[in-house]
């Protein structure tokens, strides 16, 4: 394997990361006005996923540094091309990313209801973007000769890509629901089962009619068999999340993600950025990436140091195994005879 | 204006933006993890509470730096794609190298620390903060390399084929002596900002006499942090200034607005007058002093602005290569200015608080509060200073900022972006500001003295 293939897989690999921890940080911001009927179950929410979320959105900014030294064709070409988009998602990642650290610091219902209106779009919109995104990478965007994208941001709300915006909003938001059935106790975490049944019912026809389109336009074999084991893991999952095997369940949808995006990648494949403008504009693996002794240098360091930030990250979900109970958040009972 | 004035604007405005956030987060994680270090050394409950006190506002505060932080990121391909295309293959990789050696362990570790306060053991939990204060120091590192590449870029050349810049030597880029001046004195200067921020708090609830045992304390150690920070900022300033006169000529003379070459050369605090060459009409000034800075001898050759826009235009063609003088001329100024008062502000504060002694008036406490921005400031004029003495390069020598721009972004696109940053950042700066400000005033409670016997309630939890 030379090295633009293997930064190509791990450039997917970190995508698949960002998506399979973020998407469920995402799920549980979207589903906080919904499952949340008091301050407390709401507070339970964001602190499932307190520990986690800030590490968990280092994939993306590690993806996209890597993305920049392994291809800054591929990242020059995308970022200034999906300039409008990127604000929204970035005006949303920062709305949200403020918000769980405001929201406490201030005791007032009025503070914390806005607060949890910007943790539900700020979560919402980048759920639902990045789906569109990936799905016009996958698409084609117009690129010219230069490799400048000539298109607007309308050129991106495509059929394709919209659907492809309600499968990444929907899957994720059913991964949201099982993780915090897995992370709850008592009536929330039955409200959180109940959800990802309802929930299943648009993700489910949503994500299969995203691949099949995926796949009807850039099948390949090995492609076709990712993308109809993800719609396994995904009917595996709600059936395990109705039979309340929880564990199971969120391992489903966490498996269906990681496919997803292995099919998307495996489509895009050996293209980095196609043009739909003329093919021969087309950014590759070959002429998006950087020159050999740079890639060899990063492989060195990308080989010593992902698992080490997989085993401490790994730790992290380890140390924050417990379920949350209403009673930890709640003030303990005053003690008789004391002020 | 032109898409090339707007992103540079914008560049300007988010990185000064996020470099308010940076500094203190640098400086104040690694005081936290002191004071928490102290409580379990010493077991004295008032550096828990210090710990407390301060960790929170440091976490009020790394909340910002932490999202705005990925605006840069991608502002690079965003605004810079012409940029990003020429200097990925050298550029990405430090980059790429912060995400994973740095950002994982700051993030990761500060979740653990959060959250961790009942569920790690106390030498666990303290490692934490450790970890992710050595992160953030480190994500410094990674980041300032990258801007030294730009500033004097070693280990790379320009491939034959591709016209673009292509990284030939890591440990050249890595060990750059650029990064290696840079780094410390950014550091340091963070040590600074953060031991003013922790006397500018203590000193409000000192004012007030309220919860003196805590502040006191708390006030010497960040007066301390200051003094030492405040001279090691200067030194490292010192050998920065002449790595400056060999490798950017330009950016020295203009520091000083000095047109003609001289010997000895000398330095003006002031100067009233225009800055274009012609006759000035009032300046204080130092003899010698900036042959003293440039060269380290009082007698010593200082390049002038029109000697060296000669030599260049020799080298690298017709053009002009003057960055905005006044800009230089006064950021120079107020970034020593503003430093070294903060400076003096600590030492007079030691002074005031020798051998168990607490000032009597309020006048020193007022003066710590409305000190605080002098350090900020001070950052803020280094950034505008090294940044635009670097100007009409991006990176120097090899690439200028007006080849740099997005080909295919338009001027409304940026337009949108820059007004959206701006007032999203103003929007952001006052909530965090008045929620530090209610943080300080409400002071820090008196630990609890019965601890629940499965006490999962985290201290810091959302």
Known sequence: MNLPTFWFILIAVLWTGYFVLEGFDFGVGILLPFLGRDNTDRR??????????????VWLITAGGATFAAFPLWYASLFSGFYLALLVILVALIIRG???????????????????????????????????AFANILRGVPLNAAGVYTGNLLTLLNPYGLLGGLATLSLFTLHGAIFL??????????????????????????????????????????????????????????????????????????VTVLLTVATLFGDLWPNVLP???????????????????????MTWVAVIFTPVVLLYQGWTYWVFRKRLRRSDLQPPAPVPGQP | MSVLDLSRWQFGITTIYHFIFVPLT?????????????????????????????????LINFAVGVVTGIVQEFQFGMNWSAYSRFVGD????PLAMEGLLAFFLESTFLGLWIFGWNKLSPRLHLATIWLAAIGTNMSAYFILAANSWMQHPVGYRIGPLTHRAQLTSIVALLTNSTVLAAWPHVIFASFLLAGAFVVAA?????????????????????????????????????????????????????????????????????????LSGGKELWSVRVPYLLSLIATLNPHGTVQGINNVQRAYVKKYGPGSYKPVIPVTYWSFRLMIGFGLLATLLALLGLWLTRRGRLPRG???????????????????????????????????????????????????????????????????????????ISHIRAGEPEEPQDFAADQSLPVFSY
């Open chain 2, 26 to 58: 640098i400086g104040l994680s690694v005081l936290v993890a002191g004071m928490q270090t102290a409580w379990l050394v010493k077991k004295d409950p008032a550096y828990l509470r210090m710990t407390k006190f301060f960790g929170k506002l440091f």
């Open chain 1, 98 to 132: 403020v918000s769980f650290e405001f929201r406490g610091k201030v005791d007032s219902d009025r503070w914390r209801r806005g607060w949890d209106r910007a943790i539900f779009f700020g979560s919402a919109l980048p759920a639902l973007l990045w789906g569109v």
């Open chain 2, 202 to 274: 203590s000193a409000w609830h000192l004012a007030r006499g309220s919860d003196t045992g805590l502040f006191r304390r708390a006030m010497r150690l960040g007066l301390v942090v200051m003094l030492a920070a405040g001279i090691a900022t200067s030194v490292t300033g010192d050998v920065q200034a002449r790595l400056m006169d060999s490798q950017q000529p330009m950016k020295m003379a203009a520091a000083e607005a000095l047109y003609n070459t001289s010997a000895p050369a000398s330095f003006s605090l002031f100067t009233i007058g225009s």
């Open chain 1, 275 to 297: 043009s739909s403008t003329a093919a021969a504009y087309s950014l590759t693996v070959r002429n998006a990436s950087s020159a050999h002794y740079a890639l060899l240098v």
């Open chain 1, 44 to 57: 339970m929410m964001i602190n499932a996923i307190g520990p986690v979320w800030d590490g968990n959105e």
């Open chain 1, 181 to 254: 059935s897995l992370k709850t106790t008592g009536e929330l975490r039955a409200r959180a089962r109940t959800a990802a049944v309802a929930i299943a019912i648009a993700a489910v026809p949503l994500a299969a009619a995203f691949l099949a389109a995926s796949q009807f336009e850039h099948a390949k074999p090995a492609t076709d068999v990712t993308a109809a084991l993800a719609a396994v893991a995904l009917i595996a999952a709600v059936w395990a999340v109705r039979r309340g095997r929880e564990g199971w369940a969120f391992a489903g949808t966490a």
């Open chain 2, 90 to 93: 050298v550029f990405g990789a």
């Open chain 2, 362 to 436: 309020r006048w020193f406490y007022t003066a710590a509060v409305w000190g605080v921005p002098l350090p900020y400031l001070a950052l803020a004029m280094g950034w505008i200073f090294t940044e635009m003495g670097r100007q009409p390069w991006t990176v120097f020598g090899v690439l200028q900022t007006s080849q740099s721009v997005s080909p295919g972004v338009t001027a409304s696109s940026v337009i949108i972006s820059m007004t959206v940053f701006t007032l999203l950042y103003a929007t952001l700066a006052a909530i965090a500001g008045r929620l530090m």
